[in-house]
């Protein structure tokens, strides 16, 4: 599995490509907003995009899904943030921004796995920046979404945040055995043994 990585948007969305080298089918996670870098980097990369797995349904992560969808990838998002596909709890309507309604093609919950593309990955429920978010694992490799940044974590006070449940879901990270590679929705990648040694938020309760 090859991993390939790009920053978009005002917000600077990470949007992350996971490429099976034998199939060349790819998987998205959070595909941003601007749809055209995302062709772009389909093609200078010779992979061909079969889904797209939504960390959370804000705008800025799930912009592109509809387009994607259109363009025959499936869209996968938590039985709790799909509803915001359809509604302003995606943030768009607030941030006056553009958000083109969408129905997921597939939903799950905490602890499902699932294998597309020949790759196998696994839906941590890490609710708090809002009630649906989920962290993605793979390999040595966590997606993170708005949930855990480098010596951070993501907001509480949008549509449906918590920040009891975001001291949960920070701990259920931090107790994963053993180490992995921390990939979130914006900013530096970072690594867990990185963050339970210096992320201050374990300080906050």
Excluded: W
Excluded at 29 to 42: A, M
């Amino acid at each position: 599995m090859k991993l390939y990585h790009l920053s978009s948007g005002p917000l600077k969305v990470n949007t992350y490509f996971l490429v099976n080298e034998k199939t060349g089918g790819a998987i998205v996670i959070d595909g941003g907003e601007n749809y055209n870098l995302v062709r772009k980097t389909e093609e200078k990369y010779g992979f061909k995009i079969k889904a797209v797995l939504l960390t959370h349904a804000h705008f800025d992560h799930a912009g592109n899904a509809k387009k994607l969808q259109d363009d025959g990838a499936k869209i996968y998002v938590s039985v709790k943030d799909a509803p915001k596909l359809t509604n302003d709890d995606n943030l768009a309507a607030d941030f006056g921004r553009k958000f083109d309604y969408c129905r997921a093609d597939r939903t799950f919950s905490d602890g499902d796995e699932l294998d597309i593309e020949g790759i196998k990955i696994k839906a941590i429920a890490t609710p708090g920046h809002t009630d649906g978010s989920v962290t993605f694992l793979t390999g040595d490799m966590i997606f993170t979404g708005d949930t855990l940044f480098r010596e951070s974590v993501g907001r509480t006070d949008f549509k449906t945040g918590d920040r009891e449940e975001l001291v949960r879901s920070v701990k259920k990270l931090f107790a994963l055995p053993g180490d992995y590679r921390v990939f979130p929705g914006h900013d530096e990648f970072t690594t867990l043994s990185y963050e339970r040694a210096h992320n201050g938020f374990i300080d906050y309760d």
